[in-house]
């Protein structure tokens, strides 16, 4: 899909980080918008932003682990707009700690935000764009889809399984000859509060205890982390913005893992063992 003016893209997780970049340049395209997020405070903060700056659109507050929100979603979006052509399902939560000592909340939470958000964004959105005969599907999975990182059991599980739906509905889609695109998202460290995701873990998916010591550790140093060598959400937005009209499936945003990629498949294939984590 080259032409992006004047069409409507939806996009959920849309108050800060890679959602709100990506808001952004599709508004600077001349793209219509559907932004969702649950964080409804900041949303209407992000709404008045970019309204500011020209941009036709309407928030609706969403929390993605829901069905019944996301088909509200769509239907508001096509109620308004009377069409939609980007789906960005954006919206991602994180917690940490070794993967046998998470409790269920922990899996719970994470599994139903990160990878259920997504099925929901793909069941209710995918048909709507294959009956108008154009569009494209886009997922944020995570350089942890494709390599585990150690200490994030859920959320790898959680974005092994975007990675693995994104491809399987991309051969679907090209099997079936529709004209619908998708793209799945990939990327490592980006300058996001994503480790402050648990500001919006709702009360019945809190473990008892309070957060681990693992999880304020990761929390500490992932968030320094983020904020010295993280890569602007700008510079992935236009990633995506790219990947959507050349209708490339895979947007890697750090080419140093490409390394890795390399040697896990050469060792997949000459004896079945795994590169360090460290990459």
């Given at each position: 899909?080259r032409?992006l003016r004047g069409?409507v893209?939806?996009?959920?997780?849309?108050a800060?980080?890679?959602?709100?970049a990506?808001a952004r340049r599709f508004?600077a395209?001349?793209?219509?918008l559907?932004?969702?997020?649950?964080e409804?405070?900041a949303?209407?903060?992000?709404?008045?932003?970019?309204?500011?700056?020209?941009?036709e659109?309407?928030?609706?507050?969403t929390?993605?682990?829901?069905?019944?929100q996301?088909?509200?979603l769509?239907d508001?979006?096509f109620?308004?707009?009377g069409?939609?052509?980007v789906?960005?399902?954006?919206?991602?939560?994180?917690c940490?700690?070794?993967a046998h000592?998470l409790?269920?909340?922990?899996?719970?939470?994470?599994?139903?935000?990160?990878?259920?958000?997504?099925?929901?964004?793909?069941?209710v959105?995918t048909?709507?764009?294959?009956?108008?005969?154009?569009g494209?599907m886009?997922?944020?999975?995570s350089?942890?889809g494709?390599?585990?990182v150690?200490?994030?059991?859920a959320y790898n599980?959680s974005?092994?399984?975007?990675?693995?739906?994104?491809?399987?509905?991309h051969?679907e889609?090209?099997?079936?000859?529709s004209?619908?695109?998708v793209s799945?998202l990939?990327?490592?460290?980006v300058?996001?509060?994503?480790t402050e995701?648990d500001r919006?873990?709702?009360d019945?998916?809190?473990?008892?205890?309070?957060?681990?010591?693992?999880?304020?550790?990761?929390?500490?140093e992932a968030?320094?982390?983020?904020?010295?060598?993280?890569?602007p959400p700008?510079?992935?937005?236009?990633l995506?913005?790219?990947a959507?009209?050349q209708?490339?499936?895979?947007?890697?945003t750090?080419?140093?893992?490409?390394e890795?990629?390399?040697?896990?498949?050469a060792?997949?294939?000459?004896?079945?063992q795994?590169?360090?984590?460290e990459?």
């Open positions: 899909m032409e069409r893209a939806v996009v959920t997780g849309a800060s980080g890679i959602g709100f990506m508004a395209e001349g793209m219509r559907v932004l969702a997020d649950v409804e405070a949303l209407a903060e992000s709404a008045r932003a970019l309204e500011s700056g020209g941009a659109l309407l928030t609706r507050p929390d993605v682990s829901s069905a019944e996301v088909e509200a769509a508001a979006a109620e308004r707009f069409a939609a052509h789906i960005a399902n954006n919206a991602g939560v994180v940490a700690g070794p000592e409790a269920p909340q922990d899996w719970d939470w994470v599994l139903r935000v990160n990878l259920w958000g997504v099925i929901h964004g793909v069941r959105f048909p709507r764009l294959v009956e108008q005969g154009e494209h886009l997922a944020t999975a350089i942890a494709l390599a585990a150690p200490g994030l059991g599980v974005k092994f399984g975007v990675v693995a739906l994104m491809e399987t509905l051969h889609l090209a099997e079936a000859g004209k619908v695109g799945v990939c990327p490592g460290n300058l996001t509060r994503i995701a919006n873990r709702p019945a998916l809190r473990p008892p205890g309070g957060p681990t010591p693992a999880e304020l550790t990761f929390r500490s968030g320094r982390a983020l904020a010295e060598e993280g890569m700008d510079a992935v937005a236009e995506v913005v790219s959507i009209r209708r490339r499936f895979w947007i890697l750090h080419p140093e893992w490409k890795l990629m390399l040697r896990r498949a060792l997949l294939a000459e004896s079945g795994l590169p360090p984590a990459g």
